[in-house]
């Protein structure tokens, strides 16, 4: 009874830390909005709130990658840095940018924050065991973040406290305002709501255009998709995560024919890419290496090829697109 007892208790406590810990989700970006809180020095760029590129570019496309929510630090998880050193590897002649996605203020969970210790710990646990309790907590935390980006009420000032951050980020790169160079941002899991709650701001502050490729994105009927060009949205056969966007924003529904999501699917901005033998991430995830395929690549190798045959011809994949059913002829080496 006694042991009972301590479980409940425990179980008890966990949900309290939970629920508290998400009614204190949108007080960074309210404090961030009420000058409370500042960004690292060495992490603002030129852009100081005038549109003035610190240099020339002759970059060709500028790629933002938004990371999932398992993100706790700058530095990335192995399988990420892979993806995105394949990426800068092929196109050696885009602008590749790696943002932090879940804080407006740019500082990390294991950096610069009272419960820091807490969260280093959280994040060596995960790194030995994806599938640790504890360091499952920095999921949550992110989670909530995702929540509140998507948020009516305070999504607005999240969203655009990342698109400051994006935008300082492109200027740095030299992004020339006006020219219409296209601007690709790579969403994973919640980085995808993340993209949609930035990409009005780019789009209109920037002048340009903005494509989502979205990798297991969990995204809402965000205002923002109205204002995305077209959307690539991967789904893995096996990614029950991403299927939670459907159950968590009931503006995806097909009740709501009026939401951002079904309007940018009725204007056919989405292109649906359906993937074999793919779960959201670890084992069998977009990312995998070490899940081969019959075809003899691995998972990284099907989704960095993919992501590449998306930006080097948008139009032409958008133009093929394919709604949830048979899938497209052009997609067909994807499918094992």
Known sequence: MILTASIISFIGFGLFAVMLAMLLA???ALGWWAGWYRRPRRYHHAYKGSLVASKASDHSHYVIYLDGIAKGSYKNFADVQTYLDGLKQALPEISLIDVLPYSVTDIP?????????????ARERKLKNDADLLGFSINLSNLFQVFVS?????GPLFNYGMAEKIIEALLAEGYPVGSGKPITIIGYSGGGQIAAG????????LRAPVDLISLGGVISADP????????????????????????FFPGRWPL???????????????TYIPIKQCKHNGAGGYLDENCKLDSGDNNLERTLELTLDILCRPADIHAAREKRGPFNALYARYLS
């Open 109 to 121: 969970l294991t950096r610069y924050r009272p419960m820091s210790r807490f969260w280093r710990f």
């Open 224 to 247: 923002g998709l109205k204002d995305l060009r077209y959307i690539y949205h991967l789904s893995g056969d096996k990614d029950s995560v991403e299927k939670l966007g459907t159950l």
């Open 256 to 270: 709501f024919q009026n939401s951002s999501w079904n309007y940018a699917k009725r204007k056919g901005k989405f």
């Open 26 to 28: 949108p007080i960074e």
């Open 150 to 154: 998507a948020d009516k009420r305070y």
């Open 198 to 205: 930035v990409a009005p701001y780019l789009k209109h502050l």
